[in-house]
Nanobody, 119 residues
Framework: QVQLVESGGGLVQPGGSLRLSCAAS????????MGWYRQTPGKQRELVAS???????NYADSVKGRFTISRDNAKNTGYLQMNSLNAEDTAVYYC?????????????WGQGTQVTVSS
């Protein structure tokens, strides 16, 4: 059974940094696209950053130049480095990955990790 486990969230002051990790475990043949989403109460979940299996990245305009998405295929782990954090970055962050366990490819989500930016 494939599972994504997130870590790295917490409380940080404005201007600070955090690195989120998303580790996949289970019967994994390959991981295709990976992404990070965030959601606040009463707001639609939004895509923050994504990365393809080949390493191509995309970012939401609000985080360009501040966030960096990466992946370590050998460890089946994705990362989101967040710098210059501000209050608008406060949200629950979810990792997402399209994972092929054998012939079947499915969309998996992490449990979510809270990021709070406050002085």
């Amino acid at each position: 059974q494939v599972q994504l486990v997130e870590s790295g969230g917490g409380l940080v002051q404005p201007g600070g940094s955090l690195r989120l990790s998303c580790a996949a475990s289970g019967r994994i043949f390959s991981i295709n696209a990976m992404g990070w989403y965030r959601q606040t109460p009463g707001k639609q979940r939004e895509l923050v950053a994504s990365i393809t299996s080949g390493g191509s990245t995309n970012y939401a305009d609000s985080v360009k130049g501040r966030f960096t998405i990466s992946r370590d295929n050998a460890k089946n782990t994705g990362y989101l480095q967040m710098n210059s954090l501000n209050a608008e970055d406060t949200a629950v962050y979810y990792c997402n990955a399209k994972i092929r366990s054998h012939y079947y490819t499915a969309d998996y989500w992490g449990q979510g990790t809270q990021v709070t930016v406050s002085s």
